[in-house]
Structure formats: C-alpha cells, structure tokens
C-alpha cells in the first residue's frame, strides 16, 4: 500500500532556480523508490527558512487544509529540518513529517543487502535520530512503519539515548573490525599488484547495467534511485589481454547526509584505492552538468581526484539532441550496445598507454609462465614469434611502479 505524500520545499532569492527544480524532481524520484505516491508540491518563496516551523505559518496552514483533504499521510521537506521545526511541523499538521535525509536514509536501509550495508545504514539512522529524540515520542509510538522508519535501527528509535549511544559503540566496533577485514583484503590486492579499475557516478547513471555487461555478473540493475549499495568487484580482461579488477561503488547524490558519508566511508575508500576512475554520466538528464559537479567534489573529499579518468556519457541511445562532452577525456556511449562497450574497454587501454612507458623485449620460448605474466600484466601491442631468436618478440606498455618494469627493461628473465 504506498503512501499519500505532500513534498514542501522553501526557494531562496539567491538559489538556482533550475537546481531548486532539478532537486524537487530528485526529491519526487526519491520518493518514488521509497513506494511513496506524491499527491502534490507545496513551494514557497522565502528570504530565509523560518527558523521556528521551516515554512511561514500562513503557508503552514494552508498545507494543513490540503493534508486534510487529501488525506495525506506523510509530508517530506526538501531541506534537512533541525529537531524543532520537525517537532513544530508535527504538531502544527497532525502527520508524519520527515526530510530529504531521513528519506535517503530509508532507501538505504532498504537496499542494504550485506551485514556490513546494514551496519553502515543502522549506524547513520542512530546517529540522525539522536538528536531528533526529543519530542519524537508522541509521533514515534503512533508509527506503524512507513517510509522514514524502516531499516535495522526502526525498534529502536523510541529507547533512551543512553541505549542508542551503546548501540552506536558497538556497531562502530563491528564495523572496524570489517574495515581491517576490508583493509586486509585490499593491501593482498596492492601486493598482487592487481590494476583497480573503481566505476563512480549520479544515482542511476547506469553504472550497473554497466558493470553487468562487462563482467557478465548479476548486480542488481534497476531503474532506481540507490540499486546499488554494496560494493562488488569482479575480474575483467581488457582487449590486449590485460587483467584489472573492477568495481561497482553505491551512486553519489546531492546533500547526501553526512552521517551517511561518514557510515560509508569504508565502502567508499574501494574509490580512494583504484588506479583508474571510470565516471558514469546519464547524458539524457537535464541535470546532467550538476550531477557531475556532485561526483567531481565528492571524488575531492574523497581524495580521489587526482586519479586518471575517463568519463562516460551513458544513453545516448535516449538523447532527443546532438550532446556535446563537456569533459575530456570522455566517450559517449549505450551501455547496452556491445560495440560501445568495446569501444570503452579500448579507451581505457588508450589512456593507459599514453601514462606508461613502452617496451620491447624478447622472451625465450621457454619461458610461458613469464610470457602469460607480461600479457596480463602489462598491455601487449604486438607479439610475434621469432624462430632466429627462439623467442617471442613483446612491444607493449607497462606500468612504471610495477616490479614486472624492471625485468621488462633489463630483459633479466630469471625467476
């Protein structure tokens, strides 16, 4: 059974007004995913937000009249509210209120499939009702579920601070312990010098359907806001024979909540940790030049944005117009289209080769097992068997940090 929902949302003076737009039709589609029906858009002008109720009191009772004859059962600000002016709106309307943070956090709860998403979204719920406790308990007990109080942490909104505060100690404890899980398994990775290749983008860009295609695995591929959250790599081979590890990391947003940021931040480190940065851009959004933005400084906080990129323009199959990259390198593509997805693979081996020094060397014919080495770690232009030299002849390019660059160069093919 969805949910009769009311958006409300203030416009300042010096906003964007296509932003202000833009983040109400995100705000719809969040809903949307959270199996909510939006019924209707109450805007308002303001200078400020009102400090005391978000809204000024003649809109709020106008809002009210309208919660009533539609027999609205939840009403969704667009802005984060601080614990009064939700404590306010709720006595003011007689229904359920909750924010645009609250909401996320909901989708999240309900997409996280592995114990550790599930910590991670118990762990933001806590500590984003904790301080929004205080005049929560009328509205609390009168909840029987409902978008905005799903997720691990639901049973436990109404107990005392001191339990939350517990809970949050432990559920940090738990989740360090995956984190040096996580840490472990990446430094193996470092060591096997495996070639990390992280895939980043908006909410619904396409990075799964994506990743799919290209691995030919089963990640969740919906057109929805959040499929993904748990992060999954898998091994690829690109065209010339070269091995990466590739990974699908959960969709950045606009004002995501920070205790989410935070929560994920061990998730998101798979980003900090790749060698290449595959960004994924849904080029038929009209909000496209934004949501680029969003990746690109979140990617800076990250202290991910010194590493090379390329940049995908996704269904072009759906563009109604010629589109025009804004960002170079990039590629425009269909991710359903095989050919597309070549096309990318070749790209990157492209961009790979122009950072990375070029050798040639001869290998005996005796030496298969540094042969198979050097095709999947490095990327091979020719080879050729020379029956003068009885050895393979190898051009191609390697990475100059890793130790196969050294033998490359001084052709020391001793195990």
Not at 76 to 83: G, T
Not at 114 to 121: D, F, I, P
């Amino acid at each position: 059974m969805q949910e009769k929902v009311l958006i409300v949302a203030v416009s300042h003076p010096r906003q964007d007004e296509e932003r202000f737009l833009s983040s109400l039709s995100e705000l719809q589609s969040l809903t949307e995913t959270a199996q909510g029906n939006v019924l209707k858009i109450v805007t308002q002008n303001r200078e400020r937000i009102h400090p005391a109720f978000y809204l000024g009191e003649g809109k709020i009772e106008e809002i009210a009249e309208t919660v009533e004859e539609m027999e609205i059962d939840l009403v969704i600000s667009n802005d984060e509210l601080s614990p009064g002016q939700a404590k306010n709106l709720n006595e003011k309307l007689g229904v359920r209120i909750i924010d645009r943070s609250q909401l996320i956090l909901d989708i999240f709860a309900q997409r996280a499939n592995t114990k550790e998403g599930k910590l991670q979204v118990e762990l933001a719920q806590l500590q984003y009702m904790l301080p929004r406790l205080y005049g929560q308990g009328k509205s609390l007990s009168r909840l029987a579920g409902g978008i905005g109080t799903r997720g691990p942490g639901e049973t436990k909104l109404e107990s005392d601070r001191r339990h939350i505060r517990r809970r949050i100690d432990d559920i940090k404890k738990r989740l360090d312990a995956v984190v040096n899980q996580r840490a472990q398994y990446r430094k193996r990775r470092k060591e096997n010098k495996a070639f990390q290749i992280a895939i980043v983008g908006y909410t619904n860009a396409g990075k799964s359907t994506f990743f799919n295609r290209i691995t030919k695995s089963q990640s969740l591929e919906e057109n929805q806001l959040f499929a993904t959250l748990d992060p999954m790599t898998r091994q690829i081979k690109l065209p010339s024979g070269f091995a990466a590890l590739i990974t699908d990391t959960v969709g950045f947003i606009q004002d995501l909540p920070t205790t989410l940021i935070a929560a994920f931040r061990s998730t998101l480190e798979e980003v900090t940790e790749a060698d290449f940065i595959l960004h994924m851009v849904d080029a038929s959004h009209p909000d496209q030049e934004n949501h680029q933005k969003t990746v690109n400084r979140l990617l800076k906080e990250l202290g991910a944005d010194h590493l090379p990129m390329l940049t995908i323009y996704n269904k072009k199959d759906i563009l109604q117009e010629e589109f025009i990259p804004s960002t170079h390198p990039s590629i425009t593509i269909s991710a359903q289209d095989p050919i597309d997805l070549k096309r990318v693979m070749g790209e990157i081996e492209r961009m790979l080769a122009e950072q990375w020094e070029s050798y040639h060397v001869v290998i005996p014919a005796s030496e298969g097992s540094i042969l198979d080495r050097v095709s999947r770690s490095t990327i091979v232009s020719s080879r050729e068997f020379s029956e003068m030299e009885e050895g393979y002849s190898v051009s191609g390019y390697v990475d100059p940090e890793h130790p196969l660059r050294n033998k490359l160069k001084e052709q020391d093919f001793q195990q």
